[in-house]
C-alpha cells in the first residue's frame, strides 16, 4: 500500500528513544511535504476511514473500505501494535501513526481517498495525523475531526459549511453533514483539496455525524480493543503476579 518513507519508519519503529524534539523537527520538515491539491483517482471508487483505540500498552488501528457509491462496506482489517510515544498534544500524529500503518499494510484492496479521525492542516504546525500518515504513505487522506484544535470558525453563505480561519489563512472547514448536529471539521491531509475533501465528507455522511467509513473504523477498533482486553485478562488471571 502505497510507498513509506524510510526516515520516518526508522524513527518511529526501531528508535525507542525517540524523543519529543525529535518529533517536532521531524514534524515541520514533513509539513512542507503536504500536497493541498487534487492528486486522487478519479471517479472515486472506494474510500476508507481509519481510527486508533488504546488498550494498556497497545494501539490498535482499523481501516474500514467501503465502496464509493453504494456506501457498502467492503473490506475492514484492524491491527495492534506497542505503544511507543507518549501523549503529546500537538504530536500525537507520531503516537497514532504505527497501528495506523500497520492496518492499511493488510489491506488488498486500494483506497483511492482515506478519511482520517484527526485533523490535517488544522493544526498549528500544519500537520496533524492525517497529513502526517498521507505523507508517509503517499496517500490521498482527509483529516475529519469531532473537535477544533485551533483557529475560528467563521460565517459564510454556504449551507453545508463554513471556512475555518488561522493566522489570516483558510485551514479547513466547519462541515454539517447532519441537521441540528454538531460540525465534523473537515481539512486537507496530503493530495487533496479542501472543496474535494468537503464534498467526500458529505458524500460518505448518511446515518451519522461522522462518514460512513469512519464510523464503521472507529466501531472495529473498539472491538478489536475488547478483544485485546480479554485477551489481556485471559493471560493474566486475577490474583496473578
Same mark, same amino acid.
Given at each position: 500500500?502505497?510507498?513509506?518513507?524510510?526516515?520516518?519508519?526508522?524513527?518511529?519503529?526501531?528508535?525507542?528513544?525517540?524523543?519529543?524534539?525529535?518529533?517536532?523537527?521531524?514534524?515541520?520538515?514533513?509539513?512542507?511535504?503536504?500536497?493541498?491539491?487534487?492528486?486522487?483517482?478519479?471517479?472515486?471508487?472506494?474510500?476508507?476511514?481509519?481510527?486508533?483505540?488504546?488498550?494498556?500498552?497497545?494501539?490498535?488501528?482499523?481501516?474500514?473500505?467501503?465502496?464509493?457509491?453504494?456506501?457498502?462496506?467492503?473490506?475492514?482489517?484492524?491491527?495492534?501494535?506497542?505503544?511507543?510515544?507518549?501523549?503529546?498534544?500537538?504530536?500525537?500524529?507520531?503516537?497514532?501513526?504505527?497501528?495506523?500503518?500497520?492496518?492499511?499494510?493488510?489491506?488488498?484492496?486500494?483506497?483511492?481517498?482515506?478519511?482520517?479521525?484527526?485533523?490535517?492542516?488544522?493544526?498549528?504546525?500544519?500537520?496533524?495525523?492525517?497529513?502526517?500518515?498521507?505523507?508517509?504513505?503517499?496517500?490521498?487522506?482527509?483529516?475529519?475531526?469531532?473537535?477544533?484544535?485551533?483557529?475560528?470558525?467563521?460565517?459564510?453563505? =454556504?449551507? &453545508?459549511? +463554513?471556512?475555518?480561519?488561522?493566522?489570516? @489563512?483558510?485551514?479547513?472547514? #466547519?462541515?454539517?453533514? $447532519?441537521?441540528? !448536529?454538531?460540525?465534523?471539521?473537515?481539512?486537507?491531509?496530503?493530495?487533496?483539496?479542501?472543496?474535494?475533501?468537503?464534498?467526500?465528507?458529505?458524500?460518505? =455522511?448518511? &446515518?451519522? +455525524?461522522?462518514?460512513?467509513?469512519?464510523? @464503521?473504523?472507529?466501531?472495529? #477498533?473498539?472491538?478489536? $480493543?475488547?478483544? !485485546?482486553?480479554?485477551?489481556?485478562?485471559?493471560?493474566?488471571?486475577?490474583?496473578?503476579?
Amino acid at each position: 500500500m502505497g510507498s513509506s518513507n524510510p526516515i520516518v519508519h526508522q524513527n518511529l519503529f526501531k528508535d525507542i528513544d525517540f524523543s519529543i524534539e525529535k518529533a517536532r523537527r521531524l514534524q515541520s520538515l514533513l509539513s512542507k511535504k503536504v500536497i493541498a491539491r487534487d492528486c486522487l483517482n478519479t471517479p472515486i471508487k472506494y474510500v476508507a476511514g481509519v481510527d486508533i483505540a488504546y488498550y494498556d500498552k497497545l494501539s490498535i488501528g482499523a481501516v474500514a473500505v467501503f465502496d464509493y457509491n453504494s456506501l457498502k462496506l467492503v473490506e475492514l482489517k484492524s491491527a495492534a501494535v506497542e505503544t511507543r510515544f507518549p501523549y503529546i498534544p500537538t504530536l500525537l500524529s507520531f503516537r497514532e501513526i504505527p497501528a495506523a500503518v500497520s492496518s492499511i499494510r493488510k489491506l488488498n484492496i486500494k483506497p483511492d481517498v482515506f478519511l482520517v479521525d484527526g485533523q490535517g492542516i488544522a493544526h498549528p504546525y500544519r500537520f496533524g495525523f492525517a497529513s502526517h500518515l498521507g505523507v508517509v504513505l503517499d496517500l490521498c487522506t482527509v483529516g475529519v475531526a469531532k473537535s477544533l484544535l485551533c483557529g475560528e470558525v467563521i460565517e459564510s453563505e =454556504s449551507l &453545508n459549511w +463554513r471556512p475555518i480561519i488561522h493566522e489570516g @489563512e483558510i485551514i479547513g472547514g #466547519a462541515v454539517f453533514t $447532519k441537521p441540528n !448536529a454538531k460540525p465534523v471539521y473537515v481539512s486537507v491531509g496530503h493530495k487533496i483539496s479542501l472543496e474535494t475533501a468537503i464534498k467526500v465528507v458529505l458524500t460518505c =455522511s448518511k &446515518n451519522h +455525524r461522522i462518514p460512513e467509513p469512519l464510523h @464503521e473504523a472507529h466501531s472495529a #477498533a473498539q472491538r478489536a $480493543k475488547r478483544e !485485546a482486553e480479554k485477551s489481556l485478562k485471559v493471560k493474566s488471571p486475577e490474583g496473578a503476579d
